[in-house]
């Protein structure tokens, strides 16, 4: 490579790592929340941690699918921004706030009506009523969570990426004296363990969305958007067109998603001790993602600015410099896990039983760190195309045709265990990535010689 195409890809680096660097911490910030819930309620009982586990898990996919549809406004906010059509942002992001809070009723009704669910999963007689417990108690937070989404994507769409930083911590710093307060009954409230955990989560969702509301209306760099200018009625015809990019942003994240709550509840019928240990691994699996993710958010708003633009040979290189940065920061997340996976258990808990099991996932876990970056770095690229339709597709066919039954086979019908069922998933990793870098050259490519 010449030092001027290298000098280039350096400048594209760091402009994405700027977008990025707020991204990461905003996202580390709420995984660090789940963090949190998991390490206290492990100090409670192993049924404590399982069901927090069981809960966070089936409560994750409805979170992200929502988040996921939402995610049409990044993109479309950056191509409307780099066409310089400052003036049709407030009106797209007001119907954007109306379909966010109909899909927050959604979820409510989902997340109430789960128990049936993992009953049918086999799920320990003894998880149960505590996981439904903890999906109730945070429901309460929901609607705040829907219009928080709304004014933290538009920020990250105009490329305004600190203000998911700044909530993130505040959500974190407020989680953990709100779980201490409920989950062992302190100031007068009563002990609710792990359910005290989804309560935490309603409170803290409830201050970062007036905090994010007050930072949006009084900060200077909003204003030129005349944001709180007017009040628009639903229209059916915008919001169908949010939703024509926004779904299948969404169902992959359901499906990716999806595909991690399938896994634990196809290991929540293997026993207490199983589930926790594999909620350990899982739990740092997904810390280490934050990173990627962050980064693969960055990808959309520099591809979706340069598009915007009409620059589409600048979109390319912009979104195969990002999917390059995902793959190099997942090699150090894959040499932490297979370098240190007692230590990182032990941060977890002390129960030498759920420690071995954790080591025996967080070795698998490592090997698809690859995958997983290389992925999630894709799909952010072509989000920033807006070519959502086929990567949707090719993530059903990796993760519920591929992954998933070769999970079930492996670990449940040829009794390898969750050591199986984490093999499967390995393979449906693999594939996505694969599937998804081809396209990715296919879109980069025909809009280069539009």
Known sequence: MSDSRLGLVREEAGATMRLAGPLIGGQLA??????????????????????????????????????????????????????????????????????????????????????PILEFADVQP???????????????????????????????????TLPTLYFGLVGLLVNIPVNYVLMHGHLGFPALGAVGCGYATAVVWWVQCLGMLIYVAKHPDYRRLALFRSLEPFRREHVSEILRVGIPIGLSLFIETGLFAAVSLLIGSLGTVIVAGHQVALNFAALTFMVPLGISMAITIRVGNAVGRGDLKEAKFAGFVGIGLTVAVQFVSASIMFTMPQAISQIYTRDPAIIAIAVQLLFLAAIFQLSDGLQVGCAGALRGYKDTQIPMRLTIVAYWLVGLPLGYFLGLRLGYGAEGVWIGLIFGLSLAALLLLRRMFQVSRRKERL
């Open 30 to 115: 709420l995984i660090g929340m789940n963090f949190v819930d998991t390490v206290m309620a492990g100090s409670l009982n192993a049924e404590a941690l399982a069901a927090v586990a069981i809960g966070s898990s089936v409560w994750s996919p409805i979170m992200l699918l929502v988040t996921g549809v939402l995610m049409a406004a990044p993109p479309a906010v950056a191509q409307y921004q780099g066409a310089g059509k400052l003036e049709e942002i407030a009106p797209y992001i007001r119907q954007v706030l109306w379909l966010s809070l109909c899909l927050g009723v959604a979820a409510i009704l989902a997340a109430v009506n789960l128990k």
């Open 126 to 160: 003894e998880i149960v009523p505590i996981a439904t417990g903890y999906l109730k108690a945070l429901c309460w937070g929901v609607p705040a969570w829907s219009v928080y989404m709304v004014a933290r994507l538009l920020s990250e769409g105009v490329g305004k």
